[in-house]
């Protein structure tokens, strides 16, 4: 069946470092990818969205990359500060009328002082 | 005012008891959602509600029955559950026929059935 899912489930990294999370996916009619944060105790928090018709995004200190080529996905994130330890979730979805995200399992993202 | 509210935080619950989850939304948003978070998995969606009417049932058991009483206002009535029910249970809304299909969580009810 089709799936996303997460190469990493774990990424430890030194403040200040550039992170990379990746994710791969399944369905090649995805058309809209996007990025979610969560932090422990709290609700997933949008990062980043990407249309299948680009295959670069850059918002504040975070790009997403997409590779439809080889279905992947990419989250980087500059100058990583340890705010920014949390479980990364990348999620796909058809070109629908509302919003059916699937989701991957998460990368837990770990950032040292 | 958060932009997704829900409760309770937190619910301990018998399997025999009859408990509701409640989410608001105050973003003037047209679709909301259910979905589970369970420890080591994906966010599985279990339902879709959009103008009110609810567009996808994910084979969720009979045991969790979704309201949607307007716009604003979800619940998820639960009753007879199971240990292996015991999740967070995230609520979402976002709005149909915008630029981006971006959801907005709440931050969850985190249910505990012993």
């Known amino acids: 069946g089709e799936s996303v899912g997460l190469h990493l489930p774990t990424l430890s990294v030194q403040e200040g470092d550039n992170s990379i999370i990746n994710c791969a996916y399944s369905?090649?009619?995805?058309?809209?990818f996007i990025w979610y944060k969560q932090e422990s105790g709290k609700g997933p928090q949008f990062i980043i969205d990407?249309?299948?018709?680009?295959d670069k995004r850059q918002g504040q200190r975070v790009t997403v990359l997409l590779n439809k080529t080889v279905k992947h996905l990419s989250l980087q994130i500059a100058a990583t500060q340890p705010g920014d330890s949390a479980v990364y979730f990348c999620?796909?979805?058809?070109?629908?009328?509302?919003?059916?995200?699937?989701f991957g399992k998460g990368t837990m993202l770990l950032v040292s002082p | 005012e958060t932009g997704v509210t829900q409760t309770p935080r937190h619910l301990v619950m018998g399997m025999t008891n009859k408990k509701s989850l409640k989410c608001e939304q105050h973003?003037?948003?047209?679709?909301m959602y259910w979905y589970k978070q369970s420890a080591k998995k994906p966010l599985e969606l279990m339902f879709v509600?959009?103008?009110?009417?609810?567009?996808e049932n994910n084979s969720v058991p009979s045991r969790f029955s979704p309201e949607c009483p307007n716009s604003s206002h979800l619940f998820l009535h639960l009753h007879t559950l199971q240990p292996e029910d015991s999740a967070l249970y995230l609520c979402?809304?976002?709005?149909?026929?915008?630029?981006?299909?971006?959801?907005?969580f709440g931050e969850g009810s985190r249910l505990t059935v012993l």
């Open positions: 509600y959009s103008l009110e009417e609810r567009v």
């Open positions: 979402a809304s976002s709005h149909q026929g915008g630029n981006t299909g971006e959801l907005f």
């Open positions: 990407i249309r299948s018709n680009m």
């Open positions: 999620a796909e979805s058809p070109n629908s009328g509302y919003s059916t995200l699937t």
């Open positions: 973003l003037g948003h047209n679709a």
């Open positions: 369905n090649s009619a995805s058309d809209y």
